[in-house]
């Protein structure tokens, strides 16, 4: 009997033994073993808006067209197609086909978009399909859905009305909200619809098989994936879900998941575990936007100009965030977007503001005789909860005082807090960042202007408004690029806003696993290429 | 022999007296107190903490807020030099004009870099790196390791990199200290790397502009550029935006004690005063405000903390001190209810009360004289028991991200914050930790000793 | 008996409306918009989701929908806010099984350690056992949980790199394996002050009168130990195992985060921080009741295990 008891005990720790072990990558099965920051909130392609949940749904969606390894486009279930100003069209691939092997037809993207674009659905990234002709209208509910001007032709051919001229529109199609839904799936599931793995309906290069929330997902390759010849891996297993760095560290440490993001925390241990470490720039840039409502202190030129001459974008990125990758910011365009020919800064270098704190003390004392004051009261600076966050807070205080003398109180606030303070103008300064939505300059250009809700500080200048209006309403390069190099120009001259850097990470990935592309707009890290080796 | 033979015997000495001095409850308490060592050694802690908040200050004078970004995360050590420089200058970098910036053809394999070295001295303002061009080169990346490299795997830090094989330099800022660093340079087609590289090892000189050492009061008098002066001293080291781990300790303290004293004290408080109300009367008040505790008691304590935290809000600039004692006291005094009244209603039912009644005693004599003092002991005992609780929860909300804001440090989000350094800079958690661990432990040694002397029935075995 | 518990379990429906209430009020009470996120919406969006989430409707009239939704058999707390297509009772259904399996291993261990180290302590009264015993629990006592769960962690990762095989995984959730050193660091401070207690209470025990009889019987000294010391000893104990079980489970956030586990604990941190409405609600009201239904069932249980104080 106690034989037997021990025989189990032995049995038992030998299966959880064989189950622990299994390695990060397995050549043999093409299989990835990864960890999530955290569970995806939200797989409805209409709906989603985190990064998390945009990186599930581009492995396993695909748009008309996507991105290729190097971030040019490529078809995707469009096998070609022809776009001028005022319309687009795409001929599908015959080949393109949902996970249950029913082929992918125009009309899953009319209704896709129909419904996105729908009120009642009230989806959070609706705008970005204004593009589209009448989108805007039926998304306030002025119009019915129907009237929106996409039109499948026939079941390959899809026909697009633009609400005007968009450069970058072939871009846009890679984007999740312009992901394809099947009519009859989607009202069969309904309230139901990407609750769960078999609640979903996939046309990409993988389907989820497995979804245990907040513990685990599995991704395995789509057998019916028109491109699935190019896939090598057969199974992303995401097997850890956890926002936690160091923890993140341990586990790649133990060969148990395949990359890892560093901070400037974990990044000196790192080192001396002897990885190879990479280095990205994601793109998103941070900066401390000023509130320009009437009334308050910020909304004073010479109160921004002082602030500009003093802050060393240099020394933020290397004395205070200090972890590579991490660019000063100098402009609320990041060096990588693309310009007329070349890269964007390079042809509208940003201004640079010459770190003079006599300079900025005569800006003050400017702003104090315009505003009719002795002292400038205390400004606020509105933060998220972050450490990263915080610590930029911090710096900014102690700089503030010590140069200018200015007191700043500092307003921690968690994250739905801060949002309402932003929305409600109660802030002089916050800390915010901004990622690309797609691949144009614009992406960034419109947060200024007037009509954007998204510019929180209420920033109103009619010349900047019109800058927009023309880099928008043209397809030809140089003139867009003119218009927002005069735009960049003007948010340097007026201060509208205190660019602090652009984001690098580094990370960590598995030597054998290769192919795994970093990109700036969408799935990132991509694996949908990557391959192990041996 | 005869009767006369006796005679009474002469009185020698007092008879033995079988008393000792009265003592009051109080002073026979202190005494077994003073008895216990560990009791005694814990006050003792607990006095030089106070003495450390209260006088730390005004002996360290040095400003917690103060940020120094020459000196970030050093551990304890002693004083530094620094060597003065002027004001950093942008630097252009090195552009070889007749070489081709892109590769006239893709080759398989390339050189390493020749020639690898700094422009000018390098210091930890800033690193300046030049080589020399690599044929069929189109930019190179650059590295840094703390140690040796060896092998292509183990270049350490990507610094950032060069896009044109005609562009042979690299300036280096990034959080540089005084220490050897191997720095590599690879080639790269643009977009690849080449597997060669070369390193070459630097050690920066610490250095300091000399408008910050005025700033700072540190140039003497007569000192100019190349020449040395000493840097603040920090005997604990300093945290990552170059702050004086001492002075924070001390400013940490008033925020960590504060909540840990006062907290307990006034919902100990207000559960007496509650507790002892139910008791004394008894009856039907007594039955509904017991439900009252209980319902209280039931909220789940950490969910509630943190639910509540957030409903009273931080304005900006506060430190949030005063919500977090507010939801303490809300969710903490039944448990101090419930001892106190189950006390009151043992005593009051304890024949010196009826005695006392029976002399015509008032309800505030009956509580005054017999009822506060019978409980006091007990009461005492709650506090010092209650104080580390309120530190740790302290410390948990701030691990959380929902503790004091900042930059008012707290013992608690100090830890926080060193325990993700822990690795590189175990100074920073070791400190506060340490703080922390020795209060709690000499309130929870003492909270021991006061209910061993005060236990009556602990005096009864002896 | 009957009679008493029908009492006491009156009096948690009442207790947990109470719980209810409150949190509704203090959630009420946190400045911010739930339904605000990183892109600004416009009106007719957000319109479409008040009345999605029946915020449109004054908040007394959202109450008793609450409370209405609340009620038994089929208690429903709606759907996520940040979650949008996962109702909150999943979310508990999914979560709560694992934070309890890892609460419950906890308090095995706490429970067994406390118990296993006090009565060591007490036999080696003032001798080498006795203080390193008391100076790990000191230790246990005064360290703050995430430094034990930092520490934890590392431990591991650097005994399976000393090993060269991964013996005890790091993070995660799944098997056995997998939950030993979580539960291991979030029974740590319950077990310190347990067997603290153990210790205080094998030294009464031993002057209690029975223990003189049983000596003076001569009975065997491990059969006074086990038999009547130990026994006795262990009521106290058992006595605060209740309140820490409310304690151990609702205390996983930070071992939840640190180890990867899919617990409840991490979702309510989430909730409050994201502001999420309904989940705020459901994980409350849960984990109230949870609570409260435990301490009845523990003092029920109380009264069979000790004769002493079976109620009247």
Redesign the interface.
Known sequence: MRLTLTAYLLLFTIGCLGQVNATSVDFDSQSITIAFSEEPPQLNSMKATDSVSIDVLSHTMEGLARYDRRGQMVPGVADRWEIDDRTATFWLNKNAKWSDGVPVTAKDFVFAWRTALDPATASEYAFILYALKNAEVINKGELPPTALAVRALDDHTLEIELERPTAYFINLTAFASYFPIREEFYKKKGERYAADASDLIYNGAFMMTEWVHGASLKLVKNPHYWNKDSISLNAINVDYITADSRSQLNLFIDGKIVHTQLDGDTYKDALSQKFRIRRFTTGVIYFQEYNHRPGRITANKNVRKAIQHVFDPHEMVNRVLATPGNLPGESLFPVWLNGVKGKFRQEYPAPRAKIDVSLARKYLENAKTELGIKEIPPLVLLVGESPTATKNAEYMQGLLKSKLGLDIKIDKQTFKQRLAKMSSGDFDMVGAGWGPDYDDVMTFGDLYASWNLNNRGRYINPEYDRLVRVAMNSSVPQVRMDAMGEMQQILFDDAVLLPTSEQGIIYLIHPKLKGVTRRVIGADPDYTYARVVK | MSVLDFSPARRTAQIEQLTRPSLSYWQDAWIRLRKNVRAIISLYIIILLGIFTALGPVLWQVDPALQDLNQVSQPPSLPKTAILVGQYEPWKGIVIEDFPPEAIEYLEMVDAPMGLRTSDHPTTQRVRLIWNPVHGASGYNIYRNQRYPEDFNDLGLPLGGTFAGNEVSYEDRLSLESRSYYYSVVPTDGFDEYESFSVVEIIPRTSITLDEARSRGLLPEGKTIGEEVSLKFHPFGTDYLGRDIMARLMEGARVSLFIGIFAPLFYVLFGVIYGGFAGYFGGQIDALLMRFADFVVALPFLLFMILFKIAFGIGPGESGIVPMLIALVLLSWPSTARLVRGQVLKIREQGYIDAARLLGGRHHYLVLRHIIPNTIGVILVTLTFAVPFAIFTEAFLSFIGMGVAPPHPSWGSMCNEGVKTMLSHPHELIFPAVFISITVLAFNLLGDGLTEALDSRMRARE | MIVYTLKRLL?GV???W??AT??FI??H??????L???????A??????ER?YGLDKPITHQYLIFLRNMLPPNPDFG?SF?????RVN??IK??FP?SAILGLLAIFFSAAGGVLFGALTAIYRNRLPDIVIMFLV??G???????FA?LG??L??NV??LMG??????????????MLMPSLVLGLGTMALLTRLMRTSMLDVV?EDYIKTARAKGLSPQRIFFKHQLRNAILPVITVLGPQI??IT??G??VE????I??LG????QA????DYTV?MG??VF??AF??FM?IVVDILYGFIDPRVRVQ
């Open positions: 009096a009442i207790t947990v109470f719980i409150a949190t203090a959630m009470q946190v400045p911010g918009d739930p605000l996120n990183d892109k600004a919406v416009s007719e969006i957000r319109k479409n989701l999605r759907i940040t979650q949008q297509n996962r999943d979310i999914d979560h694992v000191i230790l006592i005064s360290v703050p949980s995430f430094v930092a962690q590392l591991l990762v399976n790199s095989y991964s013996l005890i995984p790091v993070a995660g959730w799944g098997s056995f394996t997998h002057n409310a304690v609702t205390g956030f930070i985060l640190v180890f990867a899919p617990g991490r979702y309510f941190v409050v921080q994201q502001l705020i994980t409350t984990y109230g609570l409260v301490v």
